[in-house]
């Protein structure tokens, strides 16, 4: 099932808020609804908010009516940071943001058009149509990528799989994060489909519960045997010799390795490292940020509090209780046991292994 899409006049986004119970697509008919879902988590998950980001640019060109370049191109970059200030974290929104605008806007570059006013067959609408449609061009290529992307990943990942491994994983890191597939549950996929004989430990992922509302859900659709396990049990499981390896999503992965993904994902790292079960991320090189050079400079979001003192609709802590909720937090490269991208497995040192990668240019098959 695709999360987000283009319905030839507005964004498609199926609204995870309501997940497992509800399958609702809403639509969005402007740049603010848009914002509000990626903000709202009606659409998450950082290749998803991505994908999310680049069909809002196209509705951004639709709707934009201003009748000269400057006033355009205003227009044009306001709905950009709109859009891009909704989540800080997840390096996916920026990176489709800039994309987006890197093969549209030398379009409108005064050599391409002469301003000639908004009458008739102007140059000037022979320049918009073609920004919209490079646009949405974009959004569709960004998206279709991800989903080969994801079962790339699949492949490389489902090697490191044992048979009849105990894998456990945090948060959603699937198809409904994606453009299909998922990255963590896409490697669980492959490896399903390679007669692995698996099963999953999902942590149920507070605050939001994106394990047990989603990947439960996922897993289950695929008929992939799991156990849902509150997040402080993963120890219990791990010390009883229960899980066999570890493999989440990443939301910003740093130039060292280090990775920014769902809050709690360091403790499971922890766990694992004290107990000597590896520790994979999957994520495609979009999400990787080589600007940075360490985790300690990735910007964590920081959530409504009221996320953590109520669960649906209902207070669950005293009215003046005070809350913390950090969305994501950071798991030191020492900790990671390999990275699963597009282009392969990379191991330790990540800052060579990394970077080398992200040179080479790939042709896609
Ligand atoms: O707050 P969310 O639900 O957007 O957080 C999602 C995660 O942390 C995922 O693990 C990550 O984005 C990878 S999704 C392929």
């Not at 030839?8 to 740049?31: N, Y």
């Not at 988590?41 to 809002?56: D, M, N």
């Not at 997040?231 to 920014?260: E, S």
Request: net charge negative.
């Amino acid at each position: 099932m695709k999360v987000v899409g283009w319905g030839g006049d507005h964004v498609k986004m199926l609204d995870q808020r309501l997940l497992p119970g509800e399958i609702t697509f809403l639509e969005l008919r402007d740049v603010d609804g848009v914002a509000d879902g990626i903000r709202n988590l009606s659409v998450r998950g950082a290749p998803a908010i991505g994908i999310a980001a680049a069909y809002g640019m196209a509705l951004a060109a639709l709707s934009n009516d201003a009748s000269d370049r400057a006033s355009w191109l205003e227009r044009w970059d306001a709905d950009r940071a709109t859009l891009r200030g909704t989540r800080p974290t997840a390096v996916n929104l920026a990176w489709a943001l800039d994309r987006v605008d890197a093969v549209a806007r030398p379009l409108l570059d005064e050599a391409n058009f002469a301003e000639a006013g908004a009458d008739g067959d102007s140059p000037w609408l022979r320049s918009v149509e073609a920004f919209r449609a490079r646009v949405l061009d974009e959004a569709r290529a960004i998206d279709a990528e991800d989903e080969w992307m994801c079962r790339q990943m699949g492949d490389f990942g489902a090697a490191l799989v044992p048979q009849g491994a105990r894998v456990l994983t945090h948060c959603n890191a699937g198809g409904l994060a994606t453009g299909g597939y998922g990255t963590a549950v896409g490697v669980i996929r492959s490896a399903w489909a390679r007669d692995k004989g698996l099963h999953v430990f999902v942590d149920e992922t507070r605050p939001l519960l994106q394990g047990a509302r989603l990947t439960a859900w996922e897993l289950d659709q695929e008929k992939i045997p799991f156990t849902l396990i509150t997040d402080n049990m993963a120890g219990y499981f791990m010390r009883q010799g229960k899980v066999d390896m570890v493999v989440v999503g990443a939301d910003r992965i740093c130039a060292n390795g280090d990775v920014a993904n769902k809050i709690g994902t360091y403790s499971v790292a922890v766990l694992a490292k004290h107990h000597g079960i590896p520790f994979y991320v999957a994520a495609p090189f979009s999400t990787i940020d080589l600007s940075l050079p360490g985790g300690d400079h990735i910007v964590i979001e920081q959530r409504d509090p009221s996320e953590v003192t109520h669960h649906a609709g209902r207070r669950m802590a005293p009215e003046s209780t005070r809350a913390a909720n950090p969305a994501f937090d950071v798991t030191p490269h020492e900790l990671i046991a390999a990275i699963v991208t597009e282009r392969g497995v990379m191991r330790a040192p990540y800052t060579s292994t990394l970077a080398e990668a992200a040179a080479v240019s790939m042709a896609r098959t």
